[in-house]
Structure formats: C-alpha cells, structure tokens
C-alpha cells in the first residue's frame, strides 16, 4: 500500500514542485512585469509628445540680413527711437476718420517694436521699413482700429506739441 502525504494547507507552496520550476515561474512573472510597465511607460510619454507639424517655423533672418539692418540701424540717432512719427510707411489711413487716425497714431508712436531694435512701431517703419516685425504689428493695429476694437487711448502717449502744431498748420 502506498503511503500517502498528509494534505497541504492552502497557500502552501506544493512540496512535490522542484525548487527550480518555481524560481523559473518567478522569472517569467517578474519579466512580464517589467515588460507591461516598459510598454505603459512609453504609451504614456507618447501621449504627451505634441504635433508640430502644423506650427509654422520661426523667422529667421539671413546673417547678412542682420548685419546690413544692425549697420543700418546703429546709423540713426538713438533719440529718434522714440520720435512721434505722424507718417507710417505702409500704413494707409485715408479710409479712417481724423479721431482713428489720432488713436492709431497714438498706439503706433506708444507701442515697441518686438523685433529687438528699440524703437516704437512707428519710429521702426519709418526707419527699418524692411522688418518683418513691425509690418505685421502695424496691419494688425490699423485693422483693429478701423473696425472700432481700439477705441481707448487713456493712458497712450499724447502727441507732442511740436508735433500737434505741425499737424495743426496743414
């Protein structure tokens, strides 16, 4: 008759399995872990890379480009900078009425140019009528004022005497 083993309490490991069969399970477990945690790591990280195929690329000016503008602009006066310039090149203000073309003038000779070089945006068309900054910059007000969206000017630079003067004898 055959002996028989007394019963393993559950949870127990089974004393029939070879030591090297557990281990071996052990490493196919832990492996697999790895591996999921591997796979959720890069589905993660690949959820928060972002599409930058629809952003237009950055302007970039050729060096001779800066050169020739920075010689060019290191020739004006820096006092000029911040000049009330009532004449903008490419802005056409015949359609807007005296009291825009005064909240236009005001916002163009208060407002910088954010292209670096110092002026206000109406000093830099004047000066740099070249940048690609300030172009933008000025259609964008002129737009926005002929539609009525700036209307406010507390605040703004006032138009000097000088210049009102002038303005007021033509």
């Known amino acids: 008759m055959a002996e028989s083993s007394p019963p393993t309490p559950p949870g127990s490991p089974d004393p029939r399995a070879s030591p090297q069969s557990s281990g071996f399970r052990r490493l196919v477990v832990m492996l697999a872990i790895v591996a999921s945690l591997a796979a959720a790591a890069v589905v993660y990280r690949d959820s928060y890379r972002h599409d930058d195929s629809h952003v237009p690329p950055l302007v970039s000016l050729a060096p001779d480009d800066s050169l020739a503008r920075a010689r060019r602009l290191a020739g004006v006066d820096s006092t000029k900078k911040n000049e009330w310039v009532d004449e903008i ?12 073309v005064e909240i236009f003038l005001r916002f163009a000779n208060a407002r910088h140019c954010t292209c670096g070089c110092g002026f206000t945006l109406a000093a830099c068309r004047r000066f740099d009528p070249t940048c690609e900054i300030s172009g933008p910059l000025v259609a964008a007000l ?25 303005a007021a004898s033509e």
């Open 89 to 100: 090149p490419s802005a056409d203000l015949t359609s807007l009425d005296p009291a825009r």
């Open 142 to 166: 002129l737009d926005s004022v002929s539609r009525g969206l700036v209307a406010d000017v507390r605040g703004l630079r006032k138009r000097p005497e000088s210049a009102a003067a002038a």
